[in-house]
C-alpha cells in the first residue's frame, strides 16, 4: 500500500470450520496490485462475537512484521512506512499494529520480488501452508485462530517456521535456477 492510497478488493471472507481467516483466493485489483489479505475480508464473514476488531488484523501482521524483520518488504514500503518499521524492528509496536498502520490489507506493492513470490507459494488463505502452520503453532486450545494475542510471543513462536518455509523455499529456487 502506497501512504494515503487505500487498495479495496471487496468481497467477503469464506467462512470456515474454527472461525479461521481466509478468504478462497487473493485477488488482483486494476490488473496488476495483487491483494493477499485484507482485515476487512476476516469482518464481513462470521466474525466471533465479543471479539475486538483489531483481532482480524493478528494473523496477517504477524505475518506482515516476519516479512519487514526479513527485509523482504518493497522499497518504496521501507521508505514511506521508515518510522514504523523502526519502531516494529525496536520492538516498540508490534506486526499486528504495523499492519494496521499500513492500511489493514497485504498486497504485492508492499513486497520485494522475493517477498511476493515467496507469499504467493506460501501465504494464499485457501491453497498455501501459511494458516496450517499459523494453527499448528498457535492454534492449540483456542475456538479460533482469531483469538490468537497480538504479542510478542505469538510472533516469536511462528518465527522458527516462517524462517524454514522461506529457507526450504529458497533452496527449490535455487535448484529450480541450476537446471
Given at each position: 500500500?502506497?501512504?494515503g492510497r487505500?487498495?479495496?478488493?471487496?468481497?467477503?471472507?469464506?467462512?470456515?470450520?474454527?472461525?479461521?481467516?481466509g478468504?478462497?483466493?487473493?485477488?488482483?485489483?486494476?490488473?496488476?496490485?495483487?491483494?493477499?489479505?485484507?482485515?476487512?475480508?476476516?469482518?464481513a464473514?462470521?466474525?466471533?462475537?465479543?471479539?475486538?476488531?483489531?483481532?482480524?488484523?493478528?494473523h496477517?501482521?504477524?505475518?506482515?512484521?516476519?516479512l519487514?524483520?526479513?527485509?523482504?518488504?518493497?522499497?518504496?514500503?521501507?521508505?514511506?512506512?521508515?518510522v514504523?518499521?523502526?519502531?516494529?524492528?525496536g520492538?516498540q509496536?508490534?506486526?499486528?499494529?504495523?499492519y494496521?498502520?499500513?492500511?489493514r490489507?497485504?498486497?504485492?506493492?508492499?513486497?520485494?520480488?522475493?517477498?511476493?513470490?515467496?507469499?504467493?507459494?506460501?501465504?494464499?488463505?485457501?491453497?498455501?501452508?501459511?494458516?496450517?502452520?499459523?494453527?499448528?503453532?498457535?492454534?492449540?486450545?483456542?475456538?479460533?485462530?482469531?483469538?490468537?494475542?497480538?504479542?510478542?510471543?505469538?510472533?516469536?513462536?511462528?518465527?522458527?517456521?516462517?524462517?524454514?518455509?522461506?529457507?526450504?523455499?529458497?533452496a527449490?529456487?535455487?535448484?529450480?535456477?541450476?537446471?
Amino acid at each position: 500500500m502506497v501512504r494515503g492510497r487505500k487498495v479495496k478488493a471487496g468481497g467477503a471472507a469464506a467462512s470456515s470450520p474454527g472461525e479461521r481467516p481466509g478468504r478462497p483466493r487473493s485477488v488482483t485489483v486494476a490488473g496488476k496490485i495483487r491483494v493477499y489479505d485484507e482485515a476487512t475480508w476476516q469482518l464481513a464473514s462470521d466474525w466471533p462475537r465479543g471479539l475486538p476488531e483489531e483481532q482480524a488484523c493478528v494473523h496477517a501482521g504477524l505475518y506482515l512484521g516476519w516479512l519487514a524483520e526479513r527485509r523482504l518488504l518493497s522499497d518504496d514500503l521501507e521508505r514511506e512506512f521508515q518510522v514504523e518499521l523502526e519502531a516494529f524492528r525496536g520492538r516498540q509496536i508490534t506486526g499486528p499494529r504495523l499492519y494496521a498502520l499500513a492500511g489493514r490489507a497485504l498486497t504485492s506493492e508492499m513486497l520485494s520480488a522475493e517477498g511476493r513470490a515467496f507469499t504467493e507459494a506460501y501465504y494464499d488463505l485457501a491453497s498455501g501452508q501459511f494458516l496450517a502452520d499459523y494453527e499448528a503453532a498457535l492454534g492449540a486450545g483456542r475456538r479460533s485462530l482469531f483469538e490468537v494475542p497480538d504479542s510478542w510471543a505469538s510472533y516469536q513462536a511462528l518465527l522458527p517456521v516462517l524462517d524454514e518455509r522461506l529457507d526450504a523455499f529458497r533452496a527449490r529456487s535455487k535448484r529450480g535456477r541450476r537446471r
